[in-house]
């Protein structure tokens, strides 16, 4: 499905992915009063972000892995899950040691 918004989308997604956001702070960035800019609306109801909510912490937003899955289709490379070990980010071939 394509959407004149996917690269607005792509955008708020390689944002997220930085690192963990609030949703005050992602709402803060992306909120807009516009109809028809639905940038963070789209996100979700594509299942591309979803809300993390933990007791006693502030309600997150992460990425899913639809929400990788596109970035990687758009050419657009997602940061790494959370907690996975750098080597796992690396070219196997780069794996052997010298």
């Given at each position: 499905?394509?959407?004149?918004?996917?690269?607005?989308?792509?955008d708020l997604l390689e944002w997220i992915g930085r690192?963990?956001?609030?949703?005050?702070?992602?709402?803060?960035?992306?909120?807009?009063?516009?109809?028809?800019?639905?940038?963070?609306?789209?996100?979700?109801?594509?299942?591309?972000?979803?809300?993390?909510?933990?007791?006693?912490?502030?309600?997150?937003?992460?990425?899913?892995?639809?929400?990788?899955?596109?970035?990687?289709?758009?050419?657009?490379?997602?940061?790494p899950k959370p907690n996975e070990p750098a080597i796992?980010?690396?070219?196997?071939?780069?794996?052997?040691l010298w």
């Amino acid at each position: 499905m394509r959407n004149d918004l996917d690269p607005l989308i792509l955008d708020l997604l390689e944002w997220i992915g930085r690192e963990p956001r609030s949703y005050a702070e992602v709402i803060e960035a992306w909120r807009t009063s516009c109809p028809r800019l639905t940038v963070w609306e789209d996100a979700i109801d594509r299942g591309f972000a979803a809300r993390e909510h933990a007791q006693g912490r502030e309600v997150t937003i992460r990425l899913t892995e639809a929400g990788r899955d596109f970035l990687r289709a758009h050419g657009r490379t997602p940061d790494p899950k959370p907690n996975e070990p750098a080597i796992a980010r690396l070219d196997p071939a780069m794996h052997r040691l010298w």
